[in-house]
C-alpha cells in the first residue's frame, strides 16, 4: 500500500495551544521573533510504508561557530505518519531571533517506520551533510558514510534508506517580512511577535559562551556521536562517569560523593556550579544529545537528551 503525502507547509504562529515555546537566542539584540508552529503535508508524494521525520536548524551567520541547533520533529524515537490532510504541531514550539544573521533550515526525511534511535539521532546530527548532498526525492545512502563505521546494521539499513522528501532555507527577516515564501518543494508561512513568551523553555544555545574545560585533548563522547558499539562491555561505573563527564567539563558539581572525589582528582576539573545551578544550554547539541543515548543504553531514560 503506497500513501500520498504532500509537501510540507511549515506555518509560524503565536504560541497560543498551551506549549511554551522554545527560545533559540543569540547574542546581540532584536526587533522580534519568529515562532514556528505547525507543519502540514501539501502536495503529493508517494511515501511507500514509511515515516515522516521533520528537522529545523538554527544557525547564525555572525557567529565564527560552525554548530547550530537543530531540533527533531517528533523528539522521541517515533516518526510522523502523516495523510494529506493532518497538521502537525511542533512540540517543542520554537521562537527564533528576528535577525540578518539568523538562518532558518527545515528539511523532511522519509524513513522507516520501525527506524531506530540511534539512526535518528544521527539524521540529526548530520543535517548540514544530508541537506548539502542529497537533493530532495532523493536517497541518503552513503551520504553521512563516514559516521557510521560503529554504527550498527540495523542502523546503517535504516539511514541507507531515507529519502530527503523537501528542503527549505532562508533568513529570520525575510520568512517574516513575506509572510513565509514557497519552493518547489516546500512553503512556509508565519507571523513574528515583537517580544518573547513568558515562561519560555530555553533551548541550548548553538553558540555558547563557555568552553568545556581541557586537558590535552578532548574525549570523543564531548565531539561526536555516541554509539552504541561505544558503550558495549563498559560497566555501570563506567558509563556513568563517561556521562557525568560531559557535565563536569563544564564545571558542574555532584551530589553523589564517588563522582565528586572522582573529578577533583582530573587536572582540567574547575568545579563552578551547584547541581541545581547547572545551566544546561553550556552544553552542544551532540554533547547533549550523548548524555541522554548513554542514559539511555544504562536504562535510566529516554535518551531524548538533556
Excluded at 495551544?17 to 532584536?30: K, L, Y
Excluded at 515515516?51 to 555572525?62: D, K, L, M, Y
Aim: aromatic share 8%; proline share 6%.
Amino acid at each position: 500500500m503506497r500513501r500520498q503525502f504532500t509537501l510540507i507547509v511549515l506555518i509560524g504562529m503565536l504560541a497560543a495551544c498551551g506549549a511554551s515555546p522554545r527560545d533559540v537566542t543569540f547574542d546581540g539584540a532584536t526587533s522580534g521573533y519568529v515562532v514556528l508552529k505547525d507543519v502540514r503535508l501539501e502536495e503529493a508524494i508517494n511515501v511507500a510504508e514509511e515515516g515522516v521525520a521533520i528537522f529545523v536548524r538554527i544557525t547564525s551567520t555572525a557567529s565564527n561557530s560552525g554548530t547550530g541547533a537543530t531540533v527533531r520533529y517528533p523528539e522521541d524515537n517515533i516518526v510522523l505518519a502523516l495523510t494529506p490532510s493532518d497538521v502537525y504541531t511542533m512540540s517543542p514550539l520554537l521562537q527564533i531571533p528576528n535577525r540578518a544573521d539568523v538562518v532558518v533550515e527545515v528539511s523532511a526525511i522519509a524513513v522507516p517506520k520501525a527506524i531506530t534511535l540511534e539512526a535518528l539521532n544521527l539524521l540529526e546530527f548530520a543535517f548540514g551533510e544530508i541537506v548539502a548532498s542529497v537533493i530532495p526525492g532523493g536517497r541518503i545512502g552513503l551520504a553521512v558514510a563516514y559516521l557510521l563505521d560503529r554504527a550498527t546494521d540495523e542502523t546503517k539499513n535504516s539511514i541507507a534508506e531515507g529519502r530527503l522528501l523537501a528542503y527549505l532555507k532562508t533568513t529570520a527577516p525575510d520568512l517574516a517580512s513575506n509572510a513565509g515564501f514557497s519552493s518547489d518543494q516546500m512553503s512556509v508561512s508565519c507571523k513574528t511577535i515583537g517580544a518573547p513568551q513568558t515562561d519560555v523553555i530555553v533551548l541550548q544555545p548553538p553558540f555558547a559562551e563557555a568552553a568545556p574545560a581541557v586537558g590535552t585533548e578532548l574525549p570523543f563522547f564531548m565531539t561526536r556521536p555516541v554509539f552504541e558499539a561505544d558503550l558495549a562491555g563498559k560497566n555501570e561505573w563506567e558509563l556513568d562517569l563517561m556521562r557525568n563527564e560531559i557535565y563536569a567539563r563544564y564545571g558542574r558539581r555532584f551530589q553523589r560523593p564517588e563522582l565528586q572525589a572522582h573529578f577533583d582528582q582530573q587536572a582540567w576539573y574547575e568545579p563552578r556550579y551547584s547541581p541545581e545551578e547547572f545551566p544546561v544550554s553550556l552544553l552542544s547539541s551532540v554533547q547533549c544529545r550523548n548524555a541522554g543515548f548513554i542514559l539511555q543504553y544504562q536504562g535510566k531514560g529516554s535518551g531524548i537528551g538533556c
